[in-house]
């Protein structure tokens, strides 16, 4: 099975980790509230916008 699960707990449930779409990277419960995380499109590594917030 492939799907967009990046995890599992120890009951073999999916967690809340999502991968983003774009990059393909693991996007922590923490990131996904960042206008920069747009399901199904991008996250604050791969964003356009996000290159601005790591420079400065």
């Excluded at 967690?15 to 393909?24: K, N, S, Y």
């Excluded at 922590?28 to 791969?46: F, I």
Aim: proline share 14%.
């Amino acid at each position: 099975m492939f799907d967009y699960r990046t995890a599992l707990n120890p009951q073999l449930e999916p967690t809340a980790t999502r991968q983003c779409f774009g990059c393909r990277a693991v996007v922590p419960p923490e990131a996904q509230p960042s206008p920069l995380y747009v399901a199904g499109k991008t996250c604050p590594e791969c964003h356009p916008d996000g290159k601005a917030v790591r420079a400065a």
